[in-house]
Each structure stands twice: as structure tokens, then as C-alpha cells.
């Protein structure tokens, strides 16, 4: 199967989608899968300048994991999921938003 991009989870992802319960984690999984194959702007949407999210909902409640590109990497095309959350109202909470920009000025200073 040809996936059109890679995806890492850096620590605090990680932690986040281990806190989840398993069916959930489950349906997060298979998007982050199942985006990997098709482009679905349902699935994965920049959200703003460099991040983007990965999008999931199940039974009422939106699971956001936000990324970015990575520009710098050797592999063709790679994601990095920064951190996650439970989206509670309309908008992204603009510190879920300022964490993965302060995560993703982590990674690149590695």
C-alpha cells in the first residue's frame, strides 16, 4: 500500500492518545490511517500557518491531534503530531494552538 505521508507522535501526542479510552484511540488511529491513503480535508486541515489537525469524531465528542510537516525531514513527506485535546466549543482553543507551535520550535531545535 502507497501512504503519501509518514507520521511521528512526539511525547505529549503520545501521552494523549494513551489517555484515551480504547475506542476512541481506536477510531483515532484508523483516521490517522485511513488519511494516510486518501486526501480528506475532513480527516486532516491546516488549521493555521504551519499546523494543521488531524480530525475525529466519535459518539459526540471531536478528538483534535494537531501536527505539522516537517520540512526538514529525510523521509519524502512526514507529519509530526505535537499534542491533543477534546474540542469543547467551535473554535481550537488558541492555547492548544500556541503548544504545537512551541512544541514544533522544540523539535526543529533538536
Not at 509518514?6 to 485511513?34: G, H
Request: hydrophobic letters at 40%.
Amino acid at each position: 500500500m502507497d501512504f503519501r505521508f509518514d507520521v511521528e507522535f512526539l511525547q505529549e501526542a503520545d501521552n494523549f492518545i494513551s489517555s484515551l479510552d480504547k475506542k476512541p484511540r481506536e477510531k483515532v488511529l484508523y483516521n490517522i490511517w485511513k488519511s494516510r491513503i486518501i486526501g480528506d480535508s475532513e480527516l486532516l486541515k491546516k488549521l493555521l500557518n504551519e499546523i494543521w489537525e488531524f480530525r475525529t469524531q466519535y459518539q459526540g465528542i471531536h478528538i483534535r491531534l494537531l501536527c505539522f510537516w516537517d520540512k526538514n525531514s529525510k523521509q519524502p513527506k512526514l507529519v509530526i503530531c505535537t499534542n491533543g485535546f477534546i474540542k469543547k466549543g467551535w473554535k481550537v482553543p488558541k492555547k492548544e494552538i500556541d503548544k504545537a507551535f512551541e512544541l514544533m520550535n522544540k523539535y526543529y531545535e533538536l
